[in-house]
Nanobody
Framework: QVQLVESGGGLVQPGGSLRLSCAAS????????MGWYRQAPGKQRELVAV???????NHADSVKGRFTISRDNAKNSVYLQMNSLKPEDTAVYYC??????????????WGKGTLVTVSS
């Protein structure tokens, strides 16, 4: 089995910063792309940023220039550095990864989410 565990959420004032972390563990042969999604109250889950195995990245227009996704392949981990946070960034942030287990097929995994609240 594979688990994704997020950490780093919390309460921050507008203009502040947070760094989210997500570590994958379990039966992992390789990890393709990893990403962060978020879901605000009453809204659909949306892609925040994705990073591919080669290191290329895509960020949602709403976070470009403020958020940066990165990964550490040796640690099977992905990170989201969030700067200049705005109240509209308040959401539950979910880690996502496409993982190939030994002898299996690529499957899509989700973490349980970590709450980010931006408020004064």
């Amino acid at each position: 089995q594979v688990q994704l565990v997020e950490s780093g959420g919390g309460l921050v004032q507008p203009g502040g910063s947070l760094r989210l972390s997500c570590a994958a563990s379990g039966s992992i042969f390789s990890i393709n792309h990893m990403g962060w999604y978020r879901q605000a109250p009453g809204k659909q889950r949306e892609l925040v940023a994705v990073i591919f195995s080669g290191g290329s990245t895509n960020h949602a227009d709403s976070v470009k220039g403020r958020f940066t996704i990165s990964r550490d392949n040796a640690k099977n981990s992905v990170y989201l550095q969030m700067n200049s946070l705005k109240p509209e960034d308040t959401a539950v942030y979910y880690c996502n990864a496409h993982i190939l287990p030994p002898g299996g097929t690529v499957m899509n995994y989700w973490g349980k989410g970590t709450l980010v609240t931006v408020s004064s």
